[in-house]
């Protein structure tokens, strides 16, 4: 057996890891359902489903048999100009499953990157049309993804400080707190009168990274509504939000909109393999489409559309297809919220809420925000009960994946009612 902790003479450098505070880290051997277990024999409930992305559960067998059966045939090919079955068949789904629409699909491995897709699709469809729409329109507190152009239309803080130099300028409509919907409609109108913005781009109903905040289907509608009848292209990030994790397939469904551009990635191929896509109506398409190759959509990566990936995904599809994954989030809802019942009168948490199966809740700290002293120390506590949890600030959320069994999110509360008094 290897070592659980690399010594620390380990080349790695790990992401949102701060070394000079943390010599080792478990080496994790196996995974199965919602447990990691580790090279020293520990088997830990991922409660945050491996940063969002497992849905079904580590090494879902139909998963684990199309990443198999895939490379016997074939396992990477150029995507400019050479097609695959798996891309073609998955593209063809995802249209069917997708908001009403979206004709196209642009393939990319990263949430960051189908967002900076998203962005390039955007600013190439006005500037072909000759008119002038520079701005991008972004809400308070959201969380795109950590490329430049990503970081830019994202919250700006610490995470973005070193690299202000490349961030471009970006309109910012406020979160629309409870009982503040009106703010945040009212200066969205007040920017599109400017006549410049190129997109609004938003989080469908979770701000993930901002800190699990949350907001009703009724503002998402009336963003798009505003949206549309400015002309504005409205773009949604499901990056996290799709596959289920906010009740329905996509968080938009809920608002019964449907966008111009939509990106998902995270669960796309059940979290196994990394993918994205970002799919479009077709008016976007073609303004790209011209015997002048100068107007060709220019973007690529190397692994665009990789056909390993994109079987992953096509049997992702296919789970959702044949098993009562519907069943199981509905359950898992149930539960999320009987267990969030026993915190919303304990005068040590705030804000305890939900979307879906993304269950949140706030420790009362003095110091609040993502470097508030307390999430650390509250890791530290859930890593010794073996319950994979990652604070953001003094908010902890629980977003497992759907197999999770009673016991195992039993575990995982019991944790964190435990952590209140351990750590105040
Ligand atoms: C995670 C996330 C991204 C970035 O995805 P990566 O695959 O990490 O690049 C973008 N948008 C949202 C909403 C996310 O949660």
């Given at each position: 057996?290897?070592?659980?902790?690399p010594?620390?003479?380990s080349p790695v450098w790990h992401?949102?890891t701060?070394h000079?505070?943390?010599?080792?880290f478990?080496?994790?051997?196996?995974?199965?359902?919602?447990?990691?277990?580790?090279?020293?024999?520990?088997?830990?409930?991922?409660?945050?489903?491996?940063?969002?992305?497992?849905?079904?559960?580590?090494?879902?067998?139909?998963?684990?048999?199309?990443?198999?059966?895939?490379?016997?045939?074939?396992?990477?090919?150029?995507?400019?100009?050479?097609?695959?079955?798996?891309?073609?068949?998955?593209?063809?789904?995802?249209?069917?499953?997708?908001?009403?629409?979206?004709?196209?699909?642009?393939?990319?491995?990263?949430?960051?990157?189908?967002?900076?897709?998203?962005?390039?699709?955007?600013?190439?469809?006005?500037?072909?049309?000759?008119?002038?729409?520079?701005?991008?329109?972004?809400?308070?507190?959201?969380?795109?993804?950590?490329?430049?152009?990503?970081?830019?239309?994202?919250?700006?803080?610490?995470?973005?400080?070193?690299?202000?130099?490349?961030?471009?300028?970006?309109?910012?409509?406020?979160?629309?707190?409870?009982?503040?919907?009106?703010?945040?409609?009212?200066?969205?109108?007040?920017?599109?009168?400017?006549?410049?913005?190129?997109?609004?781009?938003?989080?469908?109903?979770?701000?993930?990274?901002?800190?699990?905040?949350?907001?009703?289907?009724?503002?998402?509608?009336?963003?798009?509504?505003?949206?549309?009848?400015?002309?504005?292209?409205?773009?949604?990030?499901?990056?996290?939000?799709?596959?289920?994790?906010?009740?329905?397939?996509?968080?938009?469904?809920?608002?019964?909109?449907?966008?111009?551009?939509?990106?998902?990635?995270?669960?796309?191929?059940?979290?196994?393999?990394?993918?994205?896509?970002?799919?479009?109506?077709?008016?976007?398409?073609?303004?790209?489409?011209?015997?002048?190759?100068?107007?060709?959509?220019?973007?690529?990566?190397?692994?665009?559309?990789?056909?390993?990936?994109?079987?992953?995904?096509?049997?992702?599809?296919?789970?959702?297809?044949?098993?009562?994954?519907?069943?199981?989030?509905?359950?898992?809802?149930?539960?999320?919220?009987?267990?969030?019942?026993?915190?919303?009168?304990?005068?040590?948490?705030?804000?305890?809420?939900?979307?879906?199966?993304?269950?949140?809740?706030?420790?009362?700290?003095?110091?609040?925000?993502?470097?508030?002293?307390?999430?650390?120390?509250?890791?530290?506590?859930?890593?010794?009960?073996?319950?994979?949890?990652?604070?953001?600030?003094?908010?902890?959320?629980?977003?497992?994946?759907?197999?999770?069994?009673?016991?195992?999110?039993?575990?995982?509360?019991?944790?964190?009612?435990?952590?209140?008094?351990?750590?105040?």
């Amino acid at each position: 057996m290897r070592p659980s902790a690399p010594a620390a003479n380990s080349p790695v450098w790990h992401p949102f890891t701060q070394h000079a505070l943390r010599a080792s880290f478990p080496t994790v051997v196996h995974a199965e359902g919602a447990s990691l277990i580790t090279a020293d024999g520990r088997r830990v409930i991922d409660a945050i489903s491996s940063w969002w992305v497992i849905t079904h559960g580590h090494r879902h067998p139909r998963i684990v048999a199309a990443i198999r059966a895939q490379i016997e045939s074939l396992d990477q090919v150029i995507f400019a100009e050479f097609t695959h079955e798996a891309a073609e068949s998955l593209a063809a789904r995802l249209i069917d499953m997708a908001p009403g629409g979206m004709t196209r699909v642009f393939f990319s491995d990263s949430g960051s990157t189908s967002v900076e897709v998203a962005l390039k699709m955007a600013l190439g469809f006005w500037r072909h049309r000759g008119e002038s729409r520079p701005r991008i329109v972004v809400m308070q507190h959201s969380y795109h993804g950590d490329t430049v152009g990503a970081m830019s239309i994202g919250a700006r803080g610490p995470f973005t400080e070193d690299y202000a130099p490349l961030l471009f300028d970006v309109d910012r409509i406020p979160f629309p707190a409870a009982g503040r919907e009106e703010d945040t409609l009212e200066s969205l109108r007040a920017i599109l009168r400017r006549g410049v913005a190129a997109a609004l781009i938003v989080e469908p109903l979770v701000l993930g990274a901002g800190g699990m905040l949350m907001y009703a289907p009724a503002v998402l509608a009336d963003l798009r509504r505003i949206c549309a009848t400015q002309g504005v292209l409205f773009i949604a990030d499901e990056v996290m939000t799709g596959w289920g994790r906010t009740g329905s397939m996509f968080a938009c469904e809920q608002a019964g909109i449907s966008p111009d551009i939509v990106c998902y990635s995270k669960g796309l191929t059940g979290g196994s393999l990394p993918l994205a896509v970002t799919l479009c109506r077709e008016e976007i398409f073609e303004e790209f489409l011209a015997a002048d190759r100068r107007r060709t959509f220019f973007h690529s990566s190397s692994f665009t559309a990789n056909p390993i990936a994109c079987a992953a995904a096509l049997a992702n599809l296919k789970i959702w297809e044949t098993e009562p994954v519907r069943e199981r989030i509905a359950a898992l809802v149930a539960r999320q919220s009987a267990h969030l019942e026993r915190f919303r009168d304990d005068p040590r948490f705030e804000n305890v809420r939900q979307s879906g199966t993304i269950a949140a809740l706030d420790f009362k700290a003095a110091d609040a925000g993502y470097f508030a002293d307390i999430g650390p120390r509250l890791q530290e506590f859930f890593r010794a009960r073996n319950v994979l949890l990652r604070p953001l600030g003094n908010t902890v959320y629980v977003m497992p994946p759907y197999c999770v069994t009673g016991d195992e999110l039993d575990a995982v509360y019991a944790a964190i009612a435990a952590s209140a008094a351990a750590v105040a």
